[in-house]
T-cell receptor, first 113, second 113 residues
């Protein structure tokens, strides 16, 4: 079975540009999570979906960040406009029902210049 | 509410020595407990999990962890460290009925030759 698939793996962009990160969860999983990882702040949960519905977006840093899950097999995380402090590795993870362990993608490394 | 504390952000052991990574949790409901490993430039990979039943859980790569309810601990051990074990390790908790995992801050394991 294919795991969680994220694209792009690496993105370098300039401040002010729009960035879209994409995720395809594992088929049959009902929850999807977006995390951000930095040296300073570690692993942070940004938002998660249950059955394609956003449940908790309290970790989204500010209005520049938005996430969507139009169907069970696709999600996006968008940053507009991007800033240098958004540079991080962004992980997508999906999970089945109980006990709900997470299956992580390889991550998207974002560098904003 | 759930929380996780990993004691020691960095642990260094010699090759062949015992590995012990400490994790304490708090949970208002019976917990599910997880250990993840992250190798450089990769996503997090599930090492092992405790859900119900036997409190000693065996995982991949020779690791195991014991759920001790009285001590609210879930320490990760491996009898003999290998160079390939060098990575970052994350402990996580999820309360039964809760939807998201709560991660610890991670412990970076270094193996000395």
């Amino acid at each position: 079975d294919a795991g969680v698939i994220q694209s792009p793996r690496h993105e370098v962009t300039e401040m002010g540009q729009e960035v879209t990160l994409r995720c395809k969860p594992i088929s049959g999983h009902n929850s999807l999570f977006w995390y951000r990882q930095t040296m300073m702040r570690g692993l942070e949960l940004l938002i998660y979906f249950n059955n394609n519905v956003p449940i908790d977006d309290s970790g989204m840093p500010e209005d520049r960040f938005s996430a969507k899950m139009p169907n069970a097999s696709f999600s996006t995380l968008k940053i507009q406009p991007s800033e240098p402090r958004d540079s991080a590795v962004y992980f997508c993870a999906s999970s089945p029902r109980e006990p709900g362990e997470l299956f992580f993608g390889e991550g998207s490394r974002l560098t904003v210049l | 509410a759930q929380s996780v504390t990993q004691l020691g952000s960095h642990v260094s052991v010699s090759e062949g020595a015992l590995v012990l990574l400490r994790c304490n949790y708090s949970s208002s409901v019976p917990p599910y407990l997880f250990w993840y490993v992250q190798y450089p430039n990769q996503g997090l990979q599930l090492l092992l999990k405790y859900t119900t039943g036997a409190t000693l859980v065996k995982g991949i790569n020779g690791f195991e962890a014991e759920f001790k309810k009285s001590e609210t601990s879930f320490h990760l051990t491996k009898p003999s460290a290998h160079m390939s074990d060098a990575a970052e390790y994350f402990c996580a908790v999820r309360g039964q009925g809760a939807q998201k995992l709560v991660f610890g801050q991670g412990t970076r394991l270094t193996i000395n030759p």
